[in-house]
């Protein structure tokens, strides 16, 4: 598993992004989180699935009300990572109204996840391999903090408890 001070593995994202921009259609667009990640302070947090009740409830929204007070701790850009498809991320987004402040980043087949050692298998259960609920600062590509919630609990990744850590 990924840990504090190591740098994040390279690997392709994928956003809906409703507006085209300089290099940047409408629909889904691939980046890579090596270079998403250069020169910036990036807060990631990840879910195990998009309209889930509680990161559509808890998580998410956190992040949207806490959004301001991230940005004047230095705090460039907040991604939600789900192990969801770029469409599926894009409505969900659109559904809590995130607008342009998280980034609704999917990572539908796990690369990301699997990479930082954060999947967590729920095929049992019918969802497939999805992600671990974590929260970490990332700063040049280097995880500066890592929260990582134990099963089915809500406590130390959510948008005040990264707010304290800056």
Not at 90 to 112: H, P
Request: proline share 4%; glycine share 10%; charged share 25%.
């Amino acid at each position: 598993m990924i840990a504090v001070g190591q740098k994040l593995p390279n690997a392709t994202l994928y956003e809906f992004l409703d507006e085209a921009t300089e290099g940047c259609s409408i629909g889904p667009n691939a980046f890579e989180v090596e270079k998403l990640t250069a020169g910036k302070t990036v807060v990631i947090f990840a879910l195990p699935g998009a309209f889930t009740p509680t990161c559509s409830a808890k998580h998410v929204p956190g992040f949207i009300e806490h959004f301001d007070a991230l940005k004047a701790k230095g705090v460039d850009e907040i991604w939600c990572v789900s192990v969801n498809d770029p469409f599926v991320m894009g409505a969900w987004g659109r559904d809590l109204k995130v607008g342009n402040k998280v980034r609704m980043l999917g990572d539908g087949s796990a690369e990301f996840t699997k990479k930082l050692g954060m999947e967590f298998d729920l095929i049992a259960r019918g969802l497939g391999v999805r992600s671990q609920r974590y929260a970490m600062i990332v700063q040049d590509g280097v995880v500066k903090t890592l929260d990582l919630e134990a099963p089915g609990k809500f406590e130390v990744s959510d948008a005040a408890s990264v707010l304290k850590q800056l």
